[in-house]
């Protein structure tokens, strides 16, 4: 299982503009459908993964926890389903039904957006403020499969805990990890 660490953009980044079909009400999900919400948590995962299907029912479980107390989530996925057809907008749309999804799982055919965010890995995690300015980007909690250590989701929580009480989100944070994005052929941007 190949490993990749997130890129870790700098905090106080502003988030990219995103217009994305939603692959479970089929309506187009755009940033500003947020401009209301205290914060935002935009997550990078896809279906195959087995970063993201170790952690998947706690990350549900962490957005029916902070989305009542104004936390806006969305959920993209940018791979290629060419290669990848687990990845794509039909099993999407299966998986988030089936597992409860209570937030958009967006679809990012042209990998546009994943390039625009800097997302590397799955899960990628990225929590702006109400200004949209990035406050945390790094990993879920220490569980990986195979290590051991409990899905808790205690690094984000604990971001998130911060930003919805007003108080400040610690700088020192943890590159999530995971598997890689997978760019279409040419698509790979240089930084990946």
């Not at 914060?39 to 993964?49: G, T």
């Not at 800097?118 to 109400?130: E, G, I, M, N």
Request: charged share 20%; glycine share 8%; proline share 8%.
């Amino acid at each position: 299982m190949a490993r990749r660490q997130s890129r870790m953009l700098p905090l106080g980044s502003v988030a990219p503009h995103f217009a994305l079909p939603d692959t479970v009400s089929g309506r187009t999900v755009a940033l500003e459908d947020f401009a209301s919400s205290p914060a935002l948590l935009v997550a990078f995962i896809c279906n195959h993964c087995p970063f993201v299907k170790h952690m998947l029912d706690g990350f549900v479980a962490f957005a029916r926890d902070f989305t009542p107390r104004g936390l806006a989530i969305v959920a993209i996925s940018s791979n290629d389903v060419a290669g990848y057809p687990a990845d794509a907008p039909a099993e999407m749309k299966r998986v988030a039904t089936l597992t409860g999804f209570s937030f958009p799982y967006l679809y990012d055919e042209s990998q546009e957006v994943a390039s625009a965010y800097q997302a590397v890995c799955t899960p990628d995690f990225f929590l702006f403020d109400r200004e949209r300015r990035l406050v945390y980007r790094g990993q879920f909690d220490g569980s990986r499969p195979g290590n051991g250590i409990a899905v808790t989701g205690s690094d984000l929580r604990a971001a998130v805990e911060a930003l919805l009480r007003g108080g400040a989100v610690p700088p020192e944070q943890t590159p999530s990890v995971g598997c890689s994005i997978k760019w279409k052929a040419g698509r790979e941007p240089d930084w990946a």
